[in-house]
Nanobody
Framework: QVELVESGGGLVQAGGSLRLSCAASGRTLSSFAMGWFRQAPEKEREFVAGISWNGGRTKYADPVKGRFSISRDNAKNTVYLQMNSLKPEDTAVYYC????????????????WGQGTRVTVSS
């Protein structure tokens, strides 16, 4: 069992930055691919960024490419999402998730989920 806890969300003006963290307990994250997802009001949860177990591969959704960066520190059992040049359309609850086998963008493939951290970007 893996417990994931997100932090770092908040209110920021458009053009600003935030860094989200996802801390894990229960098992080491080094055997998991990790993903960040987001869900805006009345919208489905969507993939934002993902990283392979060793950080060697990353994937990004098109709307965030060039602005967001995912990274991980397996020694700290933590995954990060650096978000720059934030836009109002980035407003959502952001979730981290762990997938035991491979890096994928499919929401249904992820085995463990955090409770989410809210990001609000004002215009």
């Amino acid at each position: 069992q893996v417990e994931l806890v997100e932090s770092g969300g908040g209110l920021v003006q458009a053009g600003g930055s935030l860094r989200l963290s996802c801390a894990a307990s229960g098992r080491t994250l080094s055997s998991f691919a990790m993903g960040w997802f987001r869900q805006a009001p009345e919208k489905e949860r969507e993939f934002v960024a993902g990283i392979s177990w060793n950080g060697g591969r990353t994937k990004y959704a098109d709307p965030v490419k060039g602005r967001f960066s995912i990274s991980r520190d397996n020694a700290k059992n933590t995954v990060y999402l650096q978000m720059n040049s934030l836009k109002p359309e980035d407003t959502a609850v952001y979730y981290c998730a762990a997938e035991e086998y491979e890096l994928t963008t499919r929401t249904s493939a992820y085995d463990y989920w955090g409770q989410g951290t809210r990001v609000t970007v004002s215009s």
